[in-house]
C-alpha cells in the first residue's frame, strides 16, 4: 500500500518562497509523481509532475520558471520549490503517484494515491 504525506505548507507573503515535500512509504522507486492544487470552486489542476525512473518533468505554462519539482529516490521524497508566489497560488496543494510506465501524468484521473493535501495561503 502506498502512502503519501504532504508537508512544507503554509502561510506566506506574495514574493516569498515554500518548499513542498511529498514523501511516499511503498515501493515508489519507479513511479510517476505530481503536485496538483485545487482552490476553491475551481477543478484540480496539474501544477508539475516528475517520472521518478526517468527524471521527465512536466510543468503547467502559467508556471514554468517559478516552480520546479524534484525527486529524492534515497528519501523516496519529492519536492515542489515555489518561488515569486502569488496571491493566485493559494490552495490546497496534494501529492499523487502512478505506477504508469516511464510516462509522466497529468491528468488527475491517470493517478492512483493521493495525500491529504497541505494549504498554501499567499497574501497580497
Known amino acids: 500500500q502506498v502512502q503519501l504525506v504532504e508537508s512544507g505548507g503554509g502561510l506566506v507573503q506574495a514574493g516569498g518562497s515554500l518548499r513542498l515535500s511529498c514523501a511516499a512509504s511503498?515501493?515508489?522507486?519507479?513511479?510517476?509523481m505530481g503536485w496538483f492544487r485545487q482552490a476553491p470552486g475551481q477543478e484540480r489542476e496539474c501544477v508539475a509532475a516528475?517520472?521518478?525512473?526517468?527524471?521527465?518533468?512536466y510543468y503547467a505554462d502559467s508556471l514554468k520558471g517559478r516552480f520546479t519539482i524534484s525527486r529524492d529516490n534515497a528519501k523516496n521524497t519529492i519536492y515542489l520549490q515555489m518561488n515569486s508566489l502569488k496571491p493566485e497560488d493559494t490552495a490546497v496543494y496534494y501529492c499523487?503517484?502512478?505506477?504508469?510506465?516511464?510516462?509522466?501524468?497529468?491528468?488527475?484521473?491517470?493517478?492512483?494515491?493521493w495525500g491529504q493535501g497541505t494549504q498554501v495561503t499567499v497574501s497580497s
Open positions: 499523487a503517484a502512478s505506477k504508469g510506465g516511464l510516462r509522466v501524468w497529468v491528468d488527475s484521473s491517470d493517478y492512483e494515491y
Open positions: 511503498g515501493r515508489t522507486t519507479n513511479y510517476a
Open positions: 516528475i517520472n521518478r525512473r526517468t527524471g521527465g518533468t
